[in-house]
């Protein structure tokens, strides 16, 4: 992978495990209910985007459930590293291609 691709798959992989951590203290806290939404960060290539995406928890475990999946703004997506494979009222989830897949798997939380 070029070193600009890199650099970005693993921007992605750093707000996903950011994102692992608010899904741990969200389950974790007694005020936030079950199936309520939870603000998790844009997980797009850009190191310096601070937007949210808002999601339940039930929702993001199914975008966990495939590691090549990540939630990002609408007009956040890089059509050179993914495509977009869905539309939510809130993000979109993005699936990522050849060399940034395979980051994507190597780098996932467990």
């Given at each position: ?14 707000f996903?495990?950011?994102?692992e ?7 974790q ?10 603000a998790f ?28 999946h990540?939630a990002?703004?609408d ?6 590293l ?12 993005v ?16």
């Amino acid at each position: 992978m070029h070193g600009r691709d890199a650099r970005l798959a693993h921007n992605e992989s750093l707000f996903r495990r950011a994102n692992e951590r608010i899904s741990q203290h969200a389950e974790q806290r007694p005020d936030v209910a079950p199936g309520a939404p939870i603000a998790f960060y844009c997980e797009c290539a850009n190191a310096d985007c601070t937007e949210r995406v808002t999601m339940t928890e039930l929702e993001y475990e199914a975008l966990r459930s495939d590691p090549t999946h990540f939630a990002v703004v609408d007009g956040h997506e890089f059509p050179e590293l993914e495509r977009v494979v869905e539309r939510r009222a809130s993000y979109l989830i993005v699936e990522k291609l050849g060399d940034a897949a395979r980051t994507a798997i190597a780098e996932q939380p467990s």
